[in-house]
Structures are given as structure tokens and as C-alpha cells.
């Protein structure tokens, strides 16, 4: 499975991404919260990395925003910009 890498988030302790889910808290009656997860990277192609571990097929990956969440932040999905996923990106001539 490949993910833009902007929806990576690079740390020392380990890469993570933040996965969409509805919540199971009564509180917040099926909301959509941000679930952070540790992942396993492989190989990188342009603007797309590789995941090996940690991310399932079907799964919805937060793209944009992360430094502002936590894990079981509260989100709304936004999907007017999407992410560059272009395996060899080549830069804009001005």
C-alpha cells in the first residue's frame, strides 16, 4: 500500500499517520475521531511512500493537518485539496 508522504508523520520515536475512525465512546454518539498509528515504511517513489505495516486497505488516512491533533481528536473530513501523488514529480516551470 502506498500513502502520499504527506500524510506521514516523522518522529524519532517512530512514523506515524493518523486513520479516521468513528468513535466508540457513547459521548460522542459515532463522531469521526483521528486514531494515531505507529507504521512501518518501505520504499519511497516521488511524492509516495510505501507502508508495510500499521495501515489496512480501505482504511481513511488524514492527509493534512496533524500537527494540530491528538489521538482522539474530534475531526470533519475536508477533501477539497488532496495531496500530490505523483511518482515522478518534476518541478513547475515559472
Do not use: C, H
Not at 480501505?58 to 492527509?63: F, P, R
Amino acid at each position: 500500500m502506498t500513502l502520499p508522504q504527506t500524510a506521514i508523520v516523522y518522529n524519532p520515536y517512530g512514523n506515524t499517520v493518523y486513520v479516521a475512525e468513528k468513535s466508540t465512546e457513547a459521548a460522542n454518539n459515532g463522531a469521526l475521531v483521528a486514531r494515531q498509528r505507529f507504521i512501518q515504511m518501505g520504499e519511497t517513489r516521488g511524492d509516495q511512500v510505501a507502508v508495510l505495516k500499521g495501515v489496512k486497505a480501505g482504511e481513511e488516512v488524514i492527509t493534512s493537518g496533524q500537527l494540530k491533533l491528538r489521538n482522539g481528536s474530534a475531526i470533519a473530513i475536508n477533501n477539497a485539496v488532496t495531496p500530490g501523488s505523483n511518482p515522478a514529480p518534476t518541478p513547475e516551470n515559472n
